[in-house]
């Protein structure tokens, strides 16, 4: 499917939260009502597709490679994205993915809670997002962490405080 994006902003409420949780490899095995509202699709079109299927073409790859390095290593991730609904609109969140594990400790799935993000977050976060994506077309992946690194440290932090930051944007 390809989507064309346009600039309709589709509001993520105060009091929506959205769900879903997924496999090892990224699909949908479950989401709420507000998820396939807002991404505009049945649970028929992305049940056992990939998370993937909504990723707004302006988000980096650097924030998908941090967050599945960390959930790889069972660390939760919290974070920001803008995805892309089946009409072209697009939506931003606040994402808190983390490692949902079985009484034995084995691997269960991917649990993703996203909520609207704050008015100061959606502006720092959109420059950030336009210059790690530029970032990307001229030096691939590794540059654009050049870039991310350096707006860590400018907030006081680095790769392993990237939560921190993130929820203290969201909080501002």
Request: glycine content about 6%.
């Amino acid at each position: 499917m390809n989507i064309i994006p346009t600039d309709e902003e589709h509001e993520v409420k105060n009091i929506d939260i959205i769900v879903s949780k997924g496999d090892a490899e990224g699909n949908i095995k479950y989401a709420n009502p507000v998820f396939f509202k807002l991404a505009g699709y049945t649970q028929s079109e992305l049940i056992d597709k990939p998370h993937s299927i909504i990723r707004h073409p302006d988000m980096p790859k650097i924030i998908f490679k941090h967050l599945w390095e960390n959930l790889k290593l069972g660390k939760d991730v919290k974070t920001f994205v803008k995805n892309l609904s089946k009409d072209g609109g697009y939506y931003w969140v606040f994402a808190y993915i983390r490692v949902a594990n079985n009484p034995d400790g084995s691997f269960r799935n991917y649990v993703s809670t996203r909520k609207s993000m704050s008015l100061n977050a959606k502006h720092i976060i959109d420059s950030l997002y336009k210059s790690l994506v530029e970032a990307e077309s001229l030096g691939g992946v590794e540059e654009s962490q050049k870039v991310l690194e350096a707006f860590l440290e400018e907030n006081g932090g680095n790769l392993d405080s990237f939560n921190d930051i993130m929820q203290k944007l969201q909080n501002s």
